[in-house]
């Protein structure tokens, strides 16, 4: 590339970053707002904000915006306007801004008192003003208006109407020229309400007296709040101070024309709106930026909004929301315990739920299963009582001989008693000791039959506090016939004293019975003078133990861990159900019953039961 197509290169793109910066200033919009009191002065400052995020949101340009504020409108005094004329003359004199924004009406009147000298041929948009404050006949083809309307006796009627009993309102409104202003136009469009209440101006009072004089008003009284820029005592009130002191001290509900002023300590209802406001204002302001003449733009005055109460108010100066005109909105309702913790509640309910299901589930179950042990311990009744059918029936023959010796006896005394009696002397004495064995025998037939029948009796399970070592006794007894004809010696050993368990006497003396009987059994081929049964109870901690041990040959260790399982016997002849009943015996009986073969030969058999 030669030196003169590198110039004519150099010399293009500069060409081209030139017209690119032309293109940029061209979409550089100038703004300046003018406010009335200053930027922190309610409810001006909220339009101002609203405003400019509306022109940032509705702006298709780069917009830069200078504030400024006319202090003078805070005092009578106009002596501070030239020097303020001044500065903005210079500030502007170089290139003056594409579009004025008046906020307030002392900064429409100041803009049009100098306009000539200022910004003759500016465009300029007056809002946030009320449309008695514009002076339309100073209007040019380059001004036009967002104003708003003030219904001063509507506000009134509407808060009467909410709280009829009210009887005084209390004007909280500053003695700034403008204020004054609009305490002339209240005083007139209020004329007519003044027979139904008594309306009170303390305009002419400091601050701190009006504040004093309010916290006392009577009941059934009302606070208007206008504005408070400037106080009877000359001292200014920026920001939200005297809104906040006021609210402090008062005794009666605050309303007032702005929702500037909602949130806090105003009650609410029909109420102009910075937001909506700010939103009919930038989209002036963007079609006055886009080249339309404002003249040509007309925009009526917007009247209150819909009424907006706050819910924490009207339930501090119990009023009803049923009161409330239709179509109110109602902000700042405190939320209910469901609204502030529904996911923490439902989560509760869903816990609540799932416990209710599982507890019914297990009170169902556990009815189903009371009912099962209910049955199954009729099952294991009927069951014990046709063991015991069964155990009585191979005791048959021991039995009979039990019961024939005290018959056969009787039946002896009772002849030797008839052939004595037939003699010309007989012996009183002598029969009178033969009376007395008929009578013994006779108590000892009825006692072996009278066992028989407690054994062999159907009753139900119950549990009662029994001697163990008195059940061990009577069931020996019970056996003593059958192990004098087997010829197998007993040799018992009881704990001294009482071995009180909760039991069923007739079900643990089955339990016995069949240990013994089996015990009988296993030494059925053996010598009769090795069958020995040793019978031992005992008490171990807090149980009680019976232990029954044979000298036969023990229980095959392979066996064991079966000898318990329905069905299973080493009898030839067995069923293979008693030691299975007597098991589930004793387990309901909350014991064990426990299988092992002794050291010194046979096999032994342990119960368990829990001392009452």
Not at 71 to 88: C, G, Q, W
Not at 93 to 105: D, F, N, V, W, Y
Not at 255 to 282: K, N
Not at 593 to 611: H, K, S, T
Request: charged content about 25%.
């Amino acid at each position: 590339m030669t030196q003169a197509s590198l110039v004519r290169l150099c010399v293009a793109a500069l060409v081209y970053a030139l017209t690119l910066l032309d293109a940029a200033a061209a979409e550089h919009k100038r703004v300046m707002i003018l406010h009335s009191f200053g930027r922190e002065f309610r409810p001006w400052n909220e339009y101002a904000r609203a405003i400019r995020g509306e022109l940032d949101r509705q702006s298709p340009w780069v917009l830069d915006v200078q504030e400024h504020a006319l202090m003078a409108a805070r005092t009578p005094d106009s002596n501070p306007e030239p020097a303020f004329v001044e500065y903005l003359h210079a500030l502007y004199a170089g290139k003056p801004p594409e579009l004025i924004i008046c906020i307030g009406a002392p900064a429409a009147i100041f803009i049009q008192r100098y306009r000539q000298k200022l910004f003759p041929s500016a465009p300029m948009l007056f809002t946030a003003v009320e449309q008695r404050r514009i002076q339309f006949a100073n209007l040019t083809e380059n001004d036009t208006v967002v104003a708003v309307r003030h219904d001063f006796r509507y506000l009134f009627e509407s808060f009467l109407a909410i709280a009829p009993e009210t009887r005084v309102i209390a004007m909280v409104n500053g003695n700034s020229p403008n204020e004054l202003v609009w305490q002339d136009e209240m005083r007139r469009e209020l004329q007519p309400l003044e027979q139904r209440v008594d309306v009170r101006w303390y305009d002419k009072r400091s601050f701190e007296d009006m504040l004093k004089e309010i916290a006392v008003l009577p009941p059934h009284s009302a606070i208007f709040w206008f504005q408070m820029i400037i106080d009877g005592a000359g001292v200014a009130h920026e920001g939200d101070r005297a809104l906040t002191r006021l609210y402090a001290v008062a005794n009666a509900p605050i309303f007032t024309t702005d929702q500037a002023f909602f949130g806090r300590e105003i009650i609410g209802g029909p109420m102009h709106s910075p937001t909506e406001g700010g939103r009919r204002t930038a989209a002036v302001a963007m079609r006055i930026l886009g080249g339309e003449k404002p003249a040509d733009i007309k925009t009526p005055p917007s009247d209150f909004q819909p009424p907006k109460y706050d819910a924490r108010e009207l339930k501090r100066w119990n009023v009803s929301e049923s009161r409330l005109p239709a179509g109110s909105e109602v902000d700042f309702r405190e939320p209910s315990i469901w609204q502030t913790y529904r996911w923490q509640i439902a989560l509760i309910l869903a816990v609540l739920v799932a416990q209710a299901l599982l507890i019914t589930l297990l009170v169902h179950e556990r009815g189903r299963r009371l009912i099962a042990e209910v049955q199954s311990r009729q099952r294991m009744s009927e069951l014990a009582h046709v063991n015991r059918f069964t155990t009585a029936n191979e005791l048959t023959a021991s039995i009979a001989h039990e019961i024939n010796q005290p018959l056969g006896a009787i039946r002896t005394n009772a002849e030797t008693m008839a052939l004595m009696i037939k003699s010309s002397s007989p012996d009183m004495s002598e029969i009178r000791e033969i009376v007395a064995d008929i009578r013994r025998d006779e108590e000892r037939a009825s006692e072996v039959i009278l066992r028989l029948r407690s054994l062999l009796k159907k009753t139900p399970f119950e549990l009662r506090e029994v001697d163990l070592n008195g059940v061990v006794g009577e069931t020996l007894e019970f056996l003593a016939a059958l192990t004098v004809g087997r010829q197998v010696s007993v040799d018992r050993a009881l704990e001294p004293g009482s071995l009180i368990v909760k039991g069923d006497r007739i079900q643990l003396q089955q339990v016995i019975l069949n240990l013994v009987v089996n015990a009988i059994d296993a030494m059925s081929g053996m010598a009769a003078a090795n069958r020995r049964i040793a019978v031992r109870t005992d008490r171990n901690g807090n149980f009680a133990e019976v232990s029954i041990a044979d000298s036969g040959s023990g229980i095959p260790q392979d066996k064991l861990s079966q000898v318990f399982q329905p069905f299973f016997t080493t009898k030839e002849h067995g069923m293979g159900m008693g030691l299975s009943i007597a098991r589930t015996i004793v387990e309901a009986h909350a014991g064990q019953l426990l299988a092992e073969n002794d050291a010194q030969g046979g096999a032994r058999f342990r119960i368990r039961l829990p001392l009452a």
